[in-house]
């Protein structure tokens, strides 16, 4: 499975990035790559399209409902509802309680509203909660209720039927340490974490954000390969962070939009290509 950073800015946009997105692929055994987000932050639909065609999508899973998280979302939908040569079939869309009032709200119509011309919704919404599991193609997924103001699911990604030890890659969502982090994360092979508050600055702050402290515990409590440290506000000196986190978990690397990585399957190397 390769994950591409698509918007590792913590919060709002910063200079290099959009927020939140991360595009998981992975082939199945006949060959076909399928293609999956977590989250659509504003602007992230744009940094896609440099990686694949947004009508190539299979699904989107989004952790929860802050703005920073799914405002592209309804952008998505115009692309595949209006597109002028290509017909899309409609896109799941894996997301907490809620997504299908906010579309109605920012897009104006309901599902019965759709201009001719549009035959069919072009996203199909499903509420996910705590434990769902589901499978897009050769990948699972399971939630995982995590600590933050608003329902918010840390995502555990794998290849169906290869849920072992090692295999699998987990996205914290927007979060602050907690067991069911720890739970979601332990074994993965590629820790995705959120870091959005700093050490001293942020310490009165708790049940909202981890701070690359926080987020280097929870790596080592949960015994992940890699801690990938994302959502770093512009505000905030990543380096820092970076620093912090390394002090608590040594293989931890910053994200940066488009770097890639490989979630290596045990027994079967990593696949680079
Ligand atoms: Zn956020
Ligand atoms: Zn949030």
Redesign the pocket.
């Known amino acids: 499975m390769k994950l591409t950073v698509i918007g590792c800015a913590g ?1 709002y946009a910063g200079p290099d990035s959009p927020p939140s997105s991360y595009l998981l692929q992975e082939r199945d055994e006949a060959g076909r790559t399928w293609n999956v987000l977590l989250d659509l932050g504003p602007g992230s639909l744009g940094t896609l399209q440099r990686v694949i065609d947004p009508g190539e999508l299979d699904a989107v899973v989004i952790s ?1 409902l ?1 703005p ?2 799914y405002l592209d979302v309804p952008g998505l939908e115009v692309y595949r509802t209006y597109h002028p040569e290509k017909q899309m079939p409609p896109l799941p869309v894996y997301a907490p309680q809620g997504m299908r009032e906010l579309l109605t709200t920012i897009c104006y119509h309901d599902e019965a509203g759709i201009p001719p011309g549009a035959s069919e919704p072009s996203l199909q919404v499903n509420t996910v909660s705590h434990g769902d599991v589901f499978n897009v193609g050769p990948l699972s997924f399971t939630m995982f209720r995590v600590d ?3 329902e ?1 699911h840390a995502i555990r990604v794998g290849r169906a039927g290869r849920e072992e030890a090692g295999a699998y890659l987990t996205f914290s ?2 979060t602050d340490a907690c067991a069911n982090l720890t739970e979601a994360a332990r074994g993965a092979s590629i820790f995705l974490s959120e870091a959005s508050y700093l050490e001293g600055r942020d310490d009165h702050l708790r049940g ?1 954000h981890l701070t690359g402290k926080r987020a280097g515990i929870t790596a080592r409590e949960a015994g992940v390969g890699t801690l990938v440290l994302t959502h770093i506000p512009a505000w905030t000196d990543s380096e820092q962070t970076l620093a912090d986190a390394r002090a608590e978990f040594p293989r931890s690397v910053l994200a940066t939009t488009l770097a890639t990585y490989e979630v290596a399957y045990p027994g079967e190397g990593t696949d680079n290509d």
Do not use: F
Request: charged share 15%; proline share 8%; aromatic share 0%.
């Open positions: 919060s929860h802050h920073d998280h933050h103001p608003v918010t969502g927007d909202v």
